[in-house]
Antibody, heavy 119, light 107 residues
Framework: EVQLVESGGGLVQPGGSLRLSCAAS????????MHWVRQAPGKGLEYVSA????????YYANSVKGRFTISRDNSKNTLYLQMGSLRAEDMAVYYC????????????WGQGTLVTVSS | DIQMTQSPSSLSASVGDRVTITCRAS??????LGWYQQKPGKAPKRLIY???SLQSGVPSRFSGSGSGTEFTLTISSLQPEDFATYYC?????????FGPGTKVDIK
């Protein structure tokens, strides 16, 4: 069974940093592209970032470019999102998701982790 | 960037109704589109991929159609468990973009 379990969310002050993790199991992690998607309270889904299966390619939405860094450790079956210079508008539930290739739709999603940015 | 629009933004329907949701892309995306269902407090769940292919385990009352710039999700006979928000997602080019969502609630 495919499982994606996010962790690392919590309360952080504006300007602060946080690292999210997504632990994967039940599939060959190193064969899949991975993504982060977020959802602000009461709002729709927003695409955040992507990383290719071998980590060689990454993509960032303009809203997070230069502040967030996506990475992965295929030996640990884990995806990361290092978030810095956090703003109130970054407050959201962050989901990780898989896709079988760089240009395919999302197959599976994690349950999400909440990031709250507040002083 | 490819912009995705959805209509309607919300609808009220009764159990047994036929429901159609439309998603439009600002430029052609072939059939690079998926449909997702999200219930409150839960992660999205894929219903349709490649615009018209039914995800394994999803009831056959769900169907998708379209290509290019206009796509539809149809629920042939709405069931109580179908009350949720539905999103389309284009994966033709980056940034991948979601539609704003369509909330389906009980009339």
């Amino acid at each position: 069974e495919v499982q994606l379990v996010e962790s690392g969310g919590g309360l952080v002050q504006p300007g602060g940093s946080l690292r999210l993790s997504c632990a994967a199991s039940g599939f060959t992690f190193s064969s899949y592209a991975m993504h982060w998607v977020r959802q602000a309270p009461g709002k729709g889904l927003e695409y955040v970032s992507a990383i290719s299966s071998n980590g060689g390619s990454t993509y960032y939405a303009n809203s997070v470019k230069g502040r967030f860094t996506i990475s992965r450790d295929n030996s640990k079956n884990t995806l990361y999102l290092q978030m810095g210079s956090l703003r109130a508008e970054d407050m959201a539930v962050y989901y990780c998701a898989t896709s079988s290739s760089w240009y395919s739709t999302f197959d599976y999603w994690g349950q999400g982790t909440l990031v709250t940015v507040s002083s | 960037d490819i912009q995705m629009t959805q209509s309607p933004s919300s609808l009220s329907a009764s159990v047994g109704d036929r429901v159609t949701i439309t998603c439009r892309a600002s430029q052609g995306i072939r059939n690079d589109l998926g449909w997702y269902q999200q219930k409150p407090g839960k992660a999205p769940k894929r219903l349709i991929y490649a615009a018209s292919s039914l995800q394994s385990g999803v009831p056959s009352r769900f169907s998708g159609s379209g290509s290019g710039t206009e796509f539809t999700l149809t629920i042939s006979s709405l069931q109580p468990e179908d009350f949720a928000t539905y999103y389309c997602l284009q994966h033709n080019s980056y940034p991948l973009t979601f539609g704003p969502g369509t909330k389906v609630d009980i009339k």
